[in-house]
């Protein structure tokens, strides 16, 4: 992993395919040029920016599908998450987070947005070093060579009715001033690979005077990411409380910019999608978290039309596949509308380009890690399709992406770049067999507890 470079291939860019390029990689990892190169034969693509993860649920997924209650829902499912949460060391964290983020670097996925809460001991206690948790997250992405943001997150009330957080929270919780401690010591260690931003948990577990305090104390450039609007029940909360809608609340009460990534965002009234779009802000779709804690579908037409920037996340890890997101990000419009080929333009008629360039145009604002594609100055992140696959056979430049995108389920990634350093080759990241041992030990030991 010693050598920075990209090779030789037909380079995806915004503006399309250029045959036989060459990507130049300089010794801090950033794209230094793009220049013509000899081989056009691979297809190379921009990584992808993961902009939601909650790592320790990777080791729950698939364990949440029985039902517990006639009505079960997310809030159903939110106890056994509780429950799970509960179990989690540093290194039982580490070890998940490993084969998460190698699951990742396999998918196509070249940095993600870690929104972490897991701070203390399951008790709520204290560990001697108050950043025990997050750096088990940090350990991970730097051994597995994910990039990473981590988001910290702000976590204070049980409710928007500004109620304790009940037991099973505490370990999620903070006051203002140890929040942003936190905050100042996980800078310390930021670097080309390691970001740090922001995330406030919701609007109902951060009352308005610590979310003003936090958002005033935090460096202007730092991304803020933030849960909003994913539940009915939320909305009619907020409603209720505040008087205002979530997002219509935040927009009024805070200055919503390009740094800001709101989670989810699911329930908006078409004032709310106007005025997202307006503010800059990006919004993280999660559509097969979304799917299967039945949050409901984000209006994605009414959105392209505003012009608002998004991007994916795969949340609780039900699936670590950006295909699965963004495939199922169009068929569930396709389903609520009954009608095919919804994420398109005017100068894009293709889904598949469509729904590329907007995950490439969102990966710099939400992450804070420079560029979502290979560009000089961007991070030197890319992804190689196997292009022996049945399934890509005889693409042509209009019919790639939509062909990776739409047909079938075997992974199509070959090799995966991070910083110009193979991680990932011949669909195997290089660790693969070393991290999926220790995950095998941590979820035993996890059961057991």
Known sequence: MSTRAIPDGTL???DGWQAGRRVQVDARGRVEAVVAGRDPGRRVVPGIANLHSHAFQRAMAGMAERQTDPADSFWTWRETMYHFASRFSPDTLYAVASQLYAEMLESGYTRVCEFHYLHHTPSGGAYRDPTAMSQALVSAARDTGIRMTLLPVLYMRGG???????ERQRRFGHDVDDYLALVDRLCEDASDTLHVGCALHSLRAVPPDAMAT???ALPPAMPVHVHIAEQ????EECIAVRGAR???WLLDHADVDARWTLVHATHLDDGEVAGIARSGATVALCPTTEANLGDGLFPLRGYLDAGGSWGIGSDSHISVSPV???????????LATRRRNIAVDGATPSVGETLFKGVAASASRSSGHAGGCLQAGGCADAVVLDMHAPQLMGATDADVLDRWLFSGNRN????????????????????RDAIAGRYRDALASLMQA
């Open 324 to 334: 699965e997101e963004l495939r199922w990000l169009e068929y569930g419009q396709r």
């Open 232 to 235: 009915v029940a939320e909305v």
């Open 214 to 216: 936090v958002l005033d």
């Open 412 to 431: 199509l990634v070959d090799e995966v770049y991070v910083g110009g350093r193979r991680v990932v080759d011949g669909g195997r990241h290089h660790d």
């Open 160 to 166: 928007f009715d500004g109620r304790d957080l009940v």
């Open 12 to 14: 995806w860019t915004p």
């Open 246 to 248: 979530p997002v219509a």
